[in-house]
């Protein structure tokens, strides 16, 4: 059987120039892998991560942790292949569609309830029952746009997507990413009857289709394209505006007046994981007050615990949106309508959307 170490360098193929080993605060090694929490998280701000979170849990808990990253699918795979058995990942923290699939197919365990109390802290839509595991932080759908160009309330209307006299100067997200499928389900209830009416998002979209440059797949895309001047406008999500609006670029990001939705990011703890009595320590400690308000600074999370505080360039983007995302009219989408037909609309907006 191989031990965790080499488990990690499987999970962290591909990307094993981004992680990093976290020490803990004895400077004796670890008898047991047991003794090592190992936690899964994305490819990028892994610094930020270990700033905001990892070295105040491991100060606080004496508890090391070693991080793997990679993109979700990869990491998805990687629990796939081990099958539940000795998966080599405590906690994972991935986004909610990618923690959905694995539910399907029993690679997640259920939180216990008892052992995470800062559960009760958070906010409702953090802890709802489809999910076997909370989210930590969340991100908001709406449009980057050109204040040169464009006002909030122009921008906010799924029409101006439509508008001749902007043709090929729009951006739309590609369904492969998160804003992706929030747009679509944005457009579904805006001109049909529900976020899963993907008959109706298609074919508008797909009229659309004319007047947008580019359907991107990354953050860098849309950023480079709104500041260099290409477009005017771009549905995306709100994190990527942070940087650019603080940098002083005639930028700004608005929800949209209808079909407002939300993506989170979810911390699951794998089946078979070796060290899930300090995973849970740590999904805790994540959820609790004060590294909600650190990964808020330093991360640029937006914090699912309403006590966590948010930074003046959180609010610069979203607004008041932070304090209350449902009372300001977001929702979240119900994975169960999303797993089972993701084949066939990814195929479906291919043929109907990109390719008109």
């Given at each position: 059987?191989?031990?965790?170490?080499?488990?990690?360098?499987?999970?962290?193929?591909?990307?094993?120039?981004?992680?990093?080993?976290l020490a803990g605060c004895t400077s004796s090694e670890p008898e047991s892998d047991a003794d090592v929490l190992v936690?899964?998280?994305?490819?990028?701000?892994?610094?930020?991560?270990?700033?905001?979170?990892?070295?105040?849990?491991?100060?606080?808990?004496?508890?090391?942790?070693?991080?793997a990253t990679g993109s979700n699918a990869d990491r998805l795979s990687q629990l796939q292949l081990t099958d539940g058995v000795d998966p080599g990942v405590d906690v994972m923290m991935i986004s909610d569609y990618y923690a959905a699939l694995g539910q399907e197919d029993d690679l997640f365990q259920q939180v216990d309830a008892s052992a995470v109390p800062n559960l009760d802290e958070i906010a409702d839509f953090a802890k709802e029952d489809t999910y076997l595991g909370p989210a930590y932080s969340y991100q908001?759908?709406?449009?980057?746009?050109?204040?040169?160009?464009?006002?909030?309330?122009?921008?906010?209307?799924?029409?101006?997507?439509?508008?001749?006299?902007?043709?090929?100067?729009?951006?739309?997200p590609d369904i492969s990413v998160t804003a992706g499928q929030l747009t679509i389900s944005g457009v579904a209830t805006a001109f049909g009857d529900g976020p899963y009416d993907v008959d109706t998002a298609f074919t508008t979209m797909g009229d659309w289709a004319p007047n947008i440059l580019q359907f991107y797949s990354s953050s860098t895309e849309v950023t480079n394209l709104i500041t260099q001047g290409e477009i005017v406008a771009a549905d995306s999500l709100n994190g990527f505006a942070t940087d650019v609006i603080a940098?002083?670029?005639?930028?700004?990001?608005?929800?949209?007046?209808e079909g407002a939705y939300m993506a989170t990011n979810?911390?699951?703890?794998?089946?078979?994981?070796?060290?899930?009595?300090?995973?849970?320590?740590?999904?805790?400690?994540?959820?609790?007050?004060?590294?909600?308000?650190s990964s808020a600074a330093i991360v640029g999370d937006l914090p699912v615990n309403p006590a966590a505080e948010i930074p003046d360039e959180i609010r610069?983007?979203?607004?008041?949106?932070?304090?209350?995302?449902?009372?300001?009219?977001?929702a979240t989408l119900d994975p169960t309508e999303l797993v089972p037909t993701r084949t066939e609309w990814v195929d479906r907006f291919a043929r109907e959307v990109t390719a008109q």
């Amino acid at each position: 059987m191989l031990n965790r170490p080499s488990r990690l360098v499987m999970l962290a193929a591909g990307a094993a120039a981004s992680a990093v080993v976290l020490a803990g605060c004895t400077s004796s090694e670890p008898e047991s892998d047991a003794d090592v929490l190992v936690v899964s998280t994305f490819p990028f701000g892994v610094e930020e991560l270990q700033e905001a979170v990892i070295d105040p849990f491991t100060e606080a808990t004496g508890i090391e942790v070693e991080i793997a990253t990679g993109s979700n699918a990869d990491r998805l795979s990687q629990l796939q292949l081990t099958d539940g058995v000795d998966p080599g990942v405590d906690v994972m923290m991935i986004s909610d569609y990618y923690a959905a699939l694995g539910q399907e197919d029993d690679l997640f365990q259920q939180v216990d309830a008892s052992a995470v109390p800062n559960l009760d802290e958070i906010a409702d839509f953090a802890k709802e029952d489809t999910y076997l595991g909370p989210a930590y932080s969340y991100q908001l759908n709406g449009t980057l746009y050109n204040t040169d160009e464009l006002d909030a309330e122009e921008a906010s209307s799924w029409d101006l997507y439509g508008d001749p006299a902007y043709k090929g100067k729009l951006a739309l997200p590609d369904i492969s990413v998160t804003a992706g499928q929030l747009t679509i389900s944005g457009v579904a209830t805006a001109f049909g009857d529900g976020p899963y009416d993907v008959d109706t998002a298609f074919t508008t979209m797909g009229d659309w289709a004319p007047n947008i440059l580019q359907f991107y797949s990354s953050s860098t895309e849309v950023t480079n394209l709104i500041t260099q001047g290409e477009i005017v406008a771009a549905d995306s999500l709100n994190g990527f505006a942070t940087d650019v609006i603080a940098s002083g670029e005639p930028v700004a990001w608005v929800a949209p007046s209808e079909g407002a939705y939300m993506a989170t990011n979810r911390a699951m703890i794998p089946t078979g994981a070796a060290n899930v009595e300090a995973a849970e320590k740590f999904i805790d400690y994540l959820l609790g007050v004060e590294a909600q308000t650190s990964s808020a600074a330093i991360v640029g999370d937006l914090p699912v615990n309403p006590a966590a505080e948010i930074p003046d360039e959180i609010r610069a983007v979203v607004g008041d949106i932070a304090d209350d995302p449902i009372a300001a009219g977001f929702a979240t989408l119900d994975p169960t309508e999303l797993v089972p037909t993701r084949t066939e609309w990814v195929d479906r907006f291919a043929r109907e959307v990109t390719a008109q």
